[in-house]
């Protein structure tokens, strides 16, 4: 079965930047919306961003001064820039299919993520 990829977390201060990626082979990405989740600690996973086959995006009111998401299907790629990072941005970024009906629900095996540690 076919997985996304997560990559691009890391270390950063706070008030620092990060963009991630969301890889996959086949069509995976090009053919699908792809939502980004996160996971802080002690909390359930969130929804964060959906970007759109066509590109459009919607962030979530909390972060969408900072977050912007984009996609380059013909890279099979899409994209999470963070900005003025926190933090209590610090946590697990994922990224999915996400279910027509509730964005907050995905429909793909969920990847390993990636560490995103935002420190003040």
């Known amino acids: 079965q076919e997985q996304l990829v997560e990559s691009g977390g890391g270390l950063v201060q706070a008030g620092g930047s990060l963009r991630l990626s969301c890889t996959a082979s086949g069509t995976i990405v090009s053919g699908n919306a792809i939502a980004w989740y996160r996971q802080l600690p002690g909390k359930q996973r969130e929804f964060v961003a959906r970007v759109a086959r066509d590109g459009s995006a919607l962030i979530i009111d909390s972060v969408r001064d900072r977050f912007t998401a984009s996609r380059d299907n013909a890279r099979k790629v899409v994209f999470l820039q963070m900005s003025s990072l926190g933090p209590e941005d610090t946590g697990i970024y994922y990224c999915?299919?996400?279910?027509?009906?509730?964005?907050?629900?995905?429909?793909?095996?969920w990847g390993q993520g990636t560490q995103v540690t935002v420190s003040s």
């Open positions: 999915n299919i996400p279910s027509p009906l509730n964005w907050g629900h995905a429909l793909a095996s």
